[in-house]
């Protein structure tokens, strides 16, 4: 059974810096595609920045330049670390495995952002 293990979330001032991380266990193939995706009150989750097989990253606009996401794939582990945090920022941050044809989140972690 995969199972996701989140840690990182917080309370951080405007310009402060977090560090998430996630680590997969129980995946038995290859992981297609590891990352964070997050979702504030009201709107849609939305992606945040995600790993491919091949080490590819993507990042969402929004945190190009502030956010980088790492990966430690002997340990099926992501780390987002995300610099220069604004009050937008402000959601539940989840992690997000895809390996093979199936999907799994983990719990979420809340960051908040103050002004």
């Known amino acids: 059974q995969v199972r996701l293990v989140e840690s990182g979330g917080g309370l951080v001032q405007a310009g402060g810096s977090l560090r998430l991380s996630c680590a997969a266990s129980g995946v038995t193939s290859s992981i297609n595609l590891m990352g964070w995706f997050r979702q504030a009150p009201g709107k849609e989750r939305e992606m945040v920045a995600v790993v491919n097989g091949l080490g590819r990253t993507d990042y969402a606009a929004f945190v190009k330049g502030r956010f980088t996401l790492s990966r430690d794939v002997a340990k099926n582990t992501v780390y987002l670390q995300m610099n220069s945090l604004k009050p937008e920022d402000t959601a539940v941050y989840y992690c997000?495995?895809?390996?093979?044809?199936?999907?799994?989140w983990g719990q979420g972690t809340q960051v908040t952002v103050s002004s």
């Open positions: 997000n495995v895809r390996p093979a044809l199936e999907q799994y």
